[in-house]
């Protein structure tokens, strides 16, 4: 460990039993906002540096100690990283699970007022915080939250996404495969596994930009009603299902799926959206039933978490990038779906394919940050880094999985010791045709 001088200095003592009990070193050196430098080894051999640019960082950690008050400093800028978000965070996740003592937080606290980073009131969060109003997942309130992370720009996102404009994961065959090949694919095993016939009617819930809608609709031939809250994304979405010349044979309405008054839909699909359901994922399974046709599919693509179940309110996820969304473990999604009646018939865990994905929008947002910057702001560009590198990292470690979870959706009256038969054959298909262009969806 070396420190040189100044604020740097007050932090030895900590610094040095934090390592200590840790068993190695920290995986970062920090410099405060006086130049003063602490780090693991000797001076200028860590490779990745911390920097508090003023005592605004220091404040935002200390008046809120947990993952938020440090996403507030990096989002405003006041705390920074010199070297690789990647390796810091992955270095990092030694610390899931350490626990300051007393001793620990009763010094932090000592050193935070005689530095001046105490203040009450604390200083106001940046602008980019979701700031939700109303009952919890309340109509109004499930817009708003979803327009804060869609609605930013359309342009940003292709930035990011590519030209499939497909923002979930998507289905590699090979890592080698491109962005575009393997969003292709896993819109057609999409298709695949929800055996869509000509004719067939489909509802696509959260429809994004309408890749989903314009694929199915073109190489299936069903019809399709994509329903999305993102005022933006319904407005691409309808250009370009008119470039595609789809008009006739797709809809895309700003609707909330609980407000759907045309069904039954004979196929139902769910790509990324019940992550958004929060604690009202059951009510998300008994509309889902009650919108598809007794014995047709539906099929729930989502997030889920692979570890503890308790998930706090305090991350810079709910506050930055998904305000009122929740993760839940794969064993309560199923249970909700099998509450409302419908019958499990195949799961999917695409975790890799996920890390993979994210990987190459990572990619994407740094071959194109100026852009990005120009279009969004520097906030919401340090955002979007910081989210997609910890989520394919946490990925990568299996603290999360994606999940395609295919249901057949029950009678709407129940009828004793009967199920509708979906139809589905004896042996599993390989759901993967090597036939689809990525022409058809870009």
């Known amino acids: 460990m070396y420190s040189t001088g100044g604020i740097a200095d007050r932090f030895v003592p900590l610094w040095s039993r934090v390592e200590g009990r840790l068993g190695g070193p920290l995986p970062a050196a920090v410099?405060?906002?006086?130049?003063?430098?602490?780090?693991?080894?000797?001076?200028g051999s860590c490779p990745d540096v911390i920097v508090l640019r003023s005592k605004r960082a220091m404040t935002y950690a200390a008046m809120r100690p947990d993952q938020l008050g440090i996403a507030r400093a990096f989002v405003a800028g006041d705390l920074v990283l010199e070297g690789s978000i990647e390796r810091v965070m992955a270095a990092g996740a030694s610390l899931y699970g350490f626990d300051f003592t007393m001793q620990d937080k009763l010094e932090a606290v000592k050193l935070g007022v005689s530095l001046g980073a105490i203040k009450v009131p604390p200083p106001k969060p940046p602008e980019s915080e979701a700031k939700p109003k109303g009952r919890l997942h309340s109509l109004r309130r499930?817009?708003?939250?979803?327009?804060?992370?869609?609605?930013?720009?359309?342009?940003?996102?292709?930035?990011?996404?590519?030209?499939?404009?497909?923002?979930?994961?998507?289905?590699?065959?090979?890592?080698?495969?491109?962005?575009?090949?393997?969003q292709t694919r896993k819109l057609d095993v999409v298709c695949q596994k929800l055996r869509l016939e000509p004719g067939e009617r489909l509802l696509d819930i959260g429809c994004g930009w309408g890749s989903m809608a314009i694929?199915?609709?073109?190489?299936?031939?069903?019809?399709?009603?994509?329903v999305t809250l993102s005022i933006a994304q319904a407005e691409r979405a309808r250009e370009r299902v008119a470039e595609a010349g789809l008009e006739d044979k797709v809809e895309i309405r700003v609707q909330d799926y609980r407000e759907v008054p045309d069904s039954p839909f004979d196929k139902i699909c769910s790509i990324g959206m019940f992550e958004h359901t929060g604690s009202d994922i059951d009510t998300y399974f008994t509309e889902t039933a009650r919108l598809g046709r007794p014995g047709g599919l539906a099929l729930h693509h989502g997030i889920c978490r692979q570890h503890s179940d308790e998930e706090s309110p305090n991350t810079f996820i709910t506050h930055y990038v998904f305000p009122d969304g929740q993760l839940h473990r794969a064993a309560r999604v199923i249970a909700g779906l099998e509450r409302s009646g419908q019958e499990l018939r195949d799961v999917e865990n695409l975790r890799e394919h996920y890390a993979l994905t994210l990987r190459h929008w990572v990619q994407n947002l740094a071959d194109n940050q100026e852009a990005a910057i120009a279009e969004v702001g520097e906030e919401r560009e340090r955002i979007w880094r910081i989210y997609m590198t910890a989520s394919f990292l946490a990925f990568e470690r299996g603290d999360i999985g994606v999940n395609q979870i295919l249901g057949v959706i029950p009678e709407h009256e129940e009828i004793s010791l009967y199920r509708p038969a979906p139809g589905l054959p004896l042996a599993r298909p390989s759901f993967v045709s090597e036939s689809i262009s990525v022409d058809q969806v870009g």
């Open 31 to 43: 410099r405060f906002w006086d130049g003063s430098e602490i780090g693991p080894g000797e001076e």
């Open 142 to 182: 499930d817009s708003e939250s979803i327009q804060h992370h869609y609605d930013v720009s359309n342009d940003f996102y292709r930035l990011i996404l590519g030209p499939t404009m497909v923002y979930s994961c998507a289905y590699f065959g090979s890592p080698d495969d491109s962005l575009e090949e393997a």
């Open 215 to 226: 694929h199915a609709a073109a190489n299936y031939g069903v019809d399709v009603v994509g």
